[in-house]
Antibody, heavy 122, light 110 residues
Framework: QVQLQESGPGLLQPLETLSLTCVVSNYSISSAYYWGWIRQPPGKGLEWIGSFHHTGSTYYNPSLKSRVFISLDTSNNHFSLRLWSVTAADTALYFC????????????????WGQGTLVTVS | QSVLTQAPSVAAAPGQKVTISCSGSTSNIGNNYVSWYRQLPGTAPKLLIYDNNKRPSGIPDRFSGSKSGTSATLGITGLQTGDEAVYYCGTWDTSLSVVLFGGGTKVTVL
């Protein structure tokens, strides 16, 4: 079955750039679907960061749009997240997930999810 | 505060039924599909319901979803101790152009 695995540095200092990678197994990310990032601050709920359509379109949460970039590396079958100028408010568990493709916008459900990677800004 | 409103917690005895509601507006739930996720402690969310009322393969029929107007509901029957988790609703908001999640409802099995 399709599996996703996040990786990246666990600790950042304020104003540094967060860079995470999500490796996808058993499915080619260039074939279909959106590929998304979601985060969860400690003890809080889920926040969508953005999604990348396999054809190249990207969609970002307006609250993060000025600081975020998502890209696909089809040759290595992974996708990445970059978040600039991080602060303590960016401390969270970061998940990657495959997102259903309903066409024009990333309106679909997320499944499966990676196990998540904790990023602490301090 | 989330745009999608969920009760913070609900509790019931084993074997009972619980319903979890998710309230939104015409720009989100009212005109888009709703999905539901379960997050066990220390784990990633898992899809339970998609397209308002469909269950992915492997999800038992104890879990059901429905939508009416600008609200959606997740039902769990035959409650088990393993159902203790936080449950989130999710949908797209057409006006905000953003994926939304509810604040989550913690289910406690008494």
């Amino acid at each position: 079955q399709v599996q996703l695995q996040e990786s990246g540095p666990g600790l950042l200092q304020p104003l540094e750039t967060l860079s995470l990678t999500c490796v996808v197994s058993n499915y080619s990310i260039s074939s279909a679907y959106y590929w998304g990032w979601i985060r969860q601050p400690p003890g809080k709920g889920l926040e969508w960061i953005g999604s990348f359509h396999h054809t190249g379109s990207t969609y970002y949460n307006p609250s993060l749009k000025s600081r975020v970039f998502i890209s696909l590396d089809t040759s290595n079958n992974h996708f990445s997240l970059r978040l600039w100028s991080v602060t303590a408010a960016d401390t969270a568990l970061y998940f990657c997930a495959r997102q259903a493709d309903y066409g024009d916008f990333p309106r679909g459900w997320f499944d499966p999810w990676g196990q998540g990677t904790l990023v602490t800004v301090s | 505060q989330s745009v999608l409103t969920q009760a913070p917690s609900v509790a019931a005895a084993p074997g009972q039924k619980v319903t979890i509601s998710c309230s939104g507006s015409t720009s989100n739930i009212g005109n888009n599909y709703v999905s539901w996720y379960r997050q066990l402690p220390g784990t990633a969310p898992k899809l339970l319901i998609y397209d308002n009322n469909k269950r992915p393969s492997g999800i038992p029929d104890r879990f059901s979803g429905s939508k009416s107007g600008t609200s959606a509901t997740l039902g769990i029957t035959g409650l088990q101790t393993g159902d203790e988790a936080v449950y989130y609703c999710g949908t797209w908001d057409t006006s905000l152009s953003v994926v939304l999640f509810g604040g989550g409802t913690k289910v406690t099995v008494l």
